[in-house]
């Protein structure tokens, strides 16, 4: 069984990214700018953006947060949107998810201009992903796909099966692991809740990508032996083993399920820093793309 060490991959992909910020310093091009809009007082949705900003300043890449009240309303935020898609400094931005109830994710997301969309959320880059073409992949699918490529997994024919079918992960994974691509061109099935017999057919996986949201769902009578298993779920939960009194876990349970893998990601380390990376290198090329 090999760890697939999201971790180094991740830091290793930062170095790239610092290098390729400093050569286009050095050339007197422009230096990429990524802004996050950060709407409430959500404690997970402020430590994301404070770990993407942070990552920003580590490769020089310029970021701006702005932060906005639960009150704001929704035509407000909407106009602070439009106006970043005018200013011309800003490369890519994103609005972090969720968002107060009275304000429509649909309608935000939609009036960001799909140039700027580096998380790749507006329907047109959804549409462009499926189509195959040119576009900004969501961050944590993309960040599997360069775990797959880095580590020269062998996907061709197989059969992945994605656990989740959300916009951000699951849906997005099942496209992206049945293209006719390197990395990718597998038999894909994409199970939610509604799947009968889940077990039967996570057991047939060779490629298994689980993005459901509960904590050590996936057991080790699910998965055959020599599985690739991939684990997206991320969770806090009480641990007694720990100073901190918790532990992050994922929607695997690694103990039982990674005696049986080929290669596993683990939480944390795995999936989880391959996202922001993702996220830096959709700015790099938002930048490019316009300069
Ligand atoms: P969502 O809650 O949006 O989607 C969960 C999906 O899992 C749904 O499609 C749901 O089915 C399905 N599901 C839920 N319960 C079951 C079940 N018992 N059996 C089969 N399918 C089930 O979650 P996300 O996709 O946003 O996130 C999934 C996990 O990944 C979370 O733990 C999240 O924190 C984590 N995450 C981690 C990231 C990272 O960077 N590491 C980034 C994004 C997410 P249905 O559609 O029928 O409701």
């Known amino acids: 069984m090999e760890i697939i060490d999201g971790k180094k991959v991740s830091t290793q992909i930062k170095e790239e990214i610092a290098e390729e910020v400093a050569r286009l310093v050095a050339e007197g091009k422009k230096i990429p700018h990524l802004a996050a809009v950060l709407v409430g007082n959500d404690g997970a949705s402020e430590t994301y953006v404070a770990n993407k900003v942070k990552a920003c300043q580590a490769v020089g890449i310029k970021s701006t947060e702005l932060r906005y009240g639960s009150d704001i309303t929704e035509e ?3 106009e602070v949107i439009r106006q970043l898609n005018e200013d011309s400094d800003i490369d890519g931005f994103i609005v972090q998810l969720p968002l ?3 304000i429509s994710e649909e309608k935000v997301l939609n009036t960001i201009h799909p140039d700027k969309d580096v998380d790749g959320f507006h329907p047109c880059n959804v549409g462009k992903m499926v189509l195959g073409l040119p576009t900004y992949l969501p961050a944590t699918p993309a960040g599997i796909m360069e775990l797959l490529a880095r580590y020269d997994i062998d996907t061709e024919g197989k059969h992945c099966v994605v656990v989740g079918r959300s916009n951000i992960v699951g849906t997005p994974m099942a496209v992206l692991m049945s293209r006719k691509a390197k ?3 597998c038999t894909v099935t994409m199970c939610h809740s509604r799947t009968s017999n889940l077990k039967e057919i996570t057991r047939q996986a060779d490629i298994l990508i689980v993005a459901i949201g509960v904590p050590h769902f996936i057991t080790k009578d699910m998965v055959r032996e020599g599985c690739v298993v991939v684990d997206v779920g991320i969770h806090r939960i009480p641990s007694e ?7 992050l876990v994922g929607d695997v349970d690694f103990e039982q ?3 049986l893998c080929s290669y596993i990601t683990p939480v944390p380390g795995g999936v989880g820093p391959m996202t ?4 830096l290198q959709n700015t790099i090329k938002a930048c490019k793309a316009k300069h």
């Open 257 to 259: 399920v990674s005696p």
């Open 183 to 185: 990395h990718a061109n």
């Open 241 to 247: 083993t720990t100073k901190s009194g918790w532990k």
């Open 100 to 102: 107060p109830k009275h």
């Open 276 to 279: 922001i990376v993702s996220l």
């Open 76 to 78: 407000q935020l909407l």
